[in-house]
């Protein structure tokens, strides 16, 4: 705004100038006065407006300068982070690697032991190691706690055939004194 004032009132000036004559005394200073204020004005604009440059320069160095420091602090750092994170996870990953290899020889081992496995024999040694013997037991029979007589049927009204357990008692007899082996009915 002051400088387009000055270009006017300079403007005028130069018109004014070939016809100074044609002015006043009074009219004409006052237009050297307007051109001079004009000018004044401008040059203080023009100061003003360079100091506020040189200060903004000023501040722009600074920031650009702080700015710097702390990008390069934020590089260091993420540098530091991420080495961190890359150390961590290999020796993350050496350890899940070496668990693994224990793991694998474990199940390996777990494998050749089982390749040794036969069903059938492995069957028929505990059936000789735990056998109990080769016959069944005897069955258990009912033994009256006081004895019976022919007298005693008589009196109750019974028959030898009325015992109700006859009907369910087995009708093969083994040896007393000799054990169950299971292995001689499941095997043979």
Known sequence: MKSSEFEQADLVMKKAKPNENSFSTKEWDKIIQKQLKSAQEVNRADAL???SVVKLERVRLQWEKDM???CELCETSED????MMQNEMWMYCNILSSKCVEEDLCCESVRSCLEGVSVHSDIQS??????TGTERPAPVVFEQYRPTNQEDRLHNNSSPGDDPFEQHRPQFQFPLG?????NRYLFN
């Open 178 to 182: 000799q054990a169950f082996q299971p």
């Open 49 to 51: 407006y360079r100091e």
């Open 80 to 83: 530091s982070r991420i080495k």
């Open 126 to 131: 505990f059936i000789n190691r735990s056998g």
């Open 68 to 70: 710097t420091q702390f």
